[in-house]
C-alpha cells in the first residue's frame, strides 16, 4: 500500500515493472495510445493515483509524415515529467530516432524483414 493507503499496482506480487506510456502522437484513430490533449492528465493519474512506476513515453508516427516533429514532442513531453526513458521510431525512422534523444528504438523489421499482411484482414 502506498501511503495514501491505496494498493500499488503489482504489489501483491511483489513486482514493479516500469511501465511506458504510449501516446498518440498523430492522432490516428487507428493506433492505440493516450491523445496529446490528455497526456499530462493520464501521465500525472498513472504515476500519483493508480502508483504505476512511469518511467518512459512511446509513440509511433504516423507513416506519411515526418517523424522529427513526434519524436521532439515526445521528448519534451518526457522532459516535462522527469521521465528517463523516450522510445520513438522503429527501423525506418532509427537515425532520427537517435538524433532526438530516443533510448529505446524498436528495429523489428531491420531483423526480421518486413511484415506481411494477415490473411483476411
Known amino acids: 500500500h502506498g501511503a495514501d493507503g491505496k494498493r500499488a499496482f503489482g504489489h501483491e506480487q511483489g513486482r514493479r515493472p516500469d511501465c511506458l506510456v504510449q501516446v498518440n502522437t498523430g ?36 507513416v506519411d509524415e515526418d517523424p522529427r516533429p513526434h519524436f521532439a514532442y515526445l521528448a519534451n513531453l ?28 524498436r528495429v523489428g523489421s531491420a531483423i526480421f524483414g518486413a511484415r506481411t499482411p494477415a490473411a483476411g484482414g
Open 27 to 62: 492522432e490516428e484513430p487507428q493506433k492505440s495510445g493516450v491523445a496529446r490533449a490528455e497526456a499530462d492528465a493520464f501521465i500525472r493519474a498513472a504515476r500519483e493515483e493508480h502508483g504505476l512506476p512511469v518511467t518512459g513515453l512511446m509513440c509511433i508516427p504516423p
Open 78 to 105: 518526457a522532459a516535462k515529467h522527469g521521465l528517463r526513458e523516450v522510445s520513438v521510431g522503429m527501423s525506418a525512422a532509427f537515425a532520427a530516432a537517435s538524433a532526438a534523444g530516443a533510448t529505446l528504438v
